[in-house]
């Protein structure tokens, strides 16, 4: 069976990882919001580190009320727009529909499975510099794997399907075993990086190369890790000197959350802060300084 | 006994309490240092809301090396020049010259100590808002109390012989019993605006005005005073509250860090941050937010 894939959200992420799929002839369905018209016209523009591409024509649909139910839906939606999520989907939606968030934050599975609890769902974590350059042109800079973990139904089969698709389509992609161990990991990098490069409107090479700001990075990684330790996600101390290096090495990079800030779009503030804050507080650690970067981020976004 | 006092650093803080002290016709001497040829024409002009006033003649000197030995010396520095006072002070001292640093911060009179064992010192502690606004003119827009404790040496009876002249001259002045509870106390201020101000580019009025940041400041206040407590210095919890409500009162502010900053000149990283949060640690609380206020700063500081 051939799987037929939504993409909500078809920006950066879905606009990149459907493109890929659709690149590769699976039966893609797009959804666009303000670049409907533009896309119809002139179709999805990838230019990629691993081959420049064009989805054209293209299924594009300015309404999930006009798309085919699907098998799978790939939300690529920044999470700040999450709440749209029960009024979107529905009309995409067999009782066997896999929903999938490609997005950065932790409780976002939850509170979708609030709304929507017989829907198998699952998470996925993309490991990608991409960004949208233009009416629908994505710019594909570096690395590129997704990582998926299930939520909610038994969604082992249909994973391993995705996978052979994403996999011919040129996207490494691996299966977690932890939905919450993976969220989690993400967020060793994703702390630090994303709220810092915006309260301190820098990227992360400068946060590096300064000593003080590399040890605050340090101190927020070892943050998460404490966290997570209480929240059931084990992450070994090493990792922390994995994303260390793994920083050093990548170019001059401005996280998801400084492109909002700067294109003065809302920030992911409480996926990635207050969540994991409270998650942790609830299990009886105290993310001070997570905490006190989400407050920082907080004051920032009301005066922006 | 007419004291004679000599004012190191006729800025904000030693112009404006320099300046009362010749007003009420002490015998002071001012070093200056750009402002000298200026200050020697023009004299000393200070706008207060307490009522404007300018020294004129005034006891004007570019070098402690041509000033008079005094029997107090005050030093209205800035606490990021302190390396330069055991070459500047010598020629002002007696064996019982007091010297009192008028500085915010920890750990400044033990340095001075190390490096004048035998000479008294005690350090103050301004309750003002001034300003200088251009070559010896002083702005003082609010407040102006001072308190002072004894560091080294038997200075009881010439803080008195001070406490007298200031009041003469119209400056409220305490005299504290433990000038390390003074000193911690004055950091339940200082530790959250100064150092929010610059690294949020905000003032007094927004950081209290913006729930995320009241709670920031509140955080950072209790910090302080968990790490007071374990450094022998006990300060009451209501304390918090008595600072808030005082803030919440003032006229919109720039702390001192924040027109530093915004002049090019160099924060008090060090006195104010570095010196509370190591002292701390080596009684053994650790200041993980107002650690983290120090390593933004310094990264703000390394990019200015």
Redesign the interface.
């Known amino acids: 069976m051939n799987l037929k894939y939504a993409i909500v959200g078809t920006g950066a992420i879905g606009g990149y990882y459907g493109g890929r799929l659709a690149n590769s002839d699976k039966d893609v369905h797009f959804l666009f919001n303000t670049e409907y018209e533009h896309v119809n016209q002139n179709g999805l523009r990838v230019d990629s580190v691993k081959g420049d591409f064009v989805i054209n024509p293209i299924n594009a649909y300015h309404s999930t009320a006009d798309m085919p139910k699907c098998d799978v839906v790939l939300v690529g939606l920044k999470s700040t727009q999450n709440h749209l999520l029960p009024q979107i989907l529905p009309p995409l939606l067999k009782p066997d529909t896999l929903v999938v968030l490609i997005q950065n934050g932790l409780g976002l599975e939850g509170k979708l499975a609030a709304a929507l609890p017989n829907q198998p769902i699952a998470g996925a974590a993309a490991f990608i510099c991409s960004s949208r350059v233009g009416q629908g042109h994505i710019r594909h800079a570096d690395y590129g794997a997704l990582n998926i973990g299930t939520y909610q139904g038994d969604n082992q089969n249909i994973i391993t399907q995705i996978k052979n698709d994403f996999e011919r389509a040129g996207v490494p992609f691996t299966i977690a075993s932890d939905l919450n161990e993976m969220r989690w990991r993400k967020l060793v990098w994703n702390i630090p990086y994303n709220g810092l490069t915006v ?2 409107n ?1 990227s992360t090479d ?2 590096m190369s ?4 590399r ?2 990075v340090t ?1 927020l990684m070892n943050e998460v890790v404490d966290a997570a330790s209480v929240c059931d996600a084990i992450i070994e101390r090493e990792f922390v000197d994995k994303m260390l290096a793994m920083t050093d090495r990548m170019t001059p990079y401005s996280p998801s959350m400084k492109l909002d800030f700067d294109n003065h779009r809302p920030m992911e503030i409480e996926a990635i802060y207050t969540n994991p804050v409270k998650t942790a507080l609830t299990a009886g650690y105290h993310m ?2 997570t ?6 981020l ?3 976004a ?2 922006h």
Chains 1, 2 share one sequence.
């Open positions: 309260a301190l820098t400068k946060l300064t000593p003080s700001t040890a605050l101190d001070r300084k905490e006190m970067l989400e407050q920082e907080r004051f920032i009301s005066r």
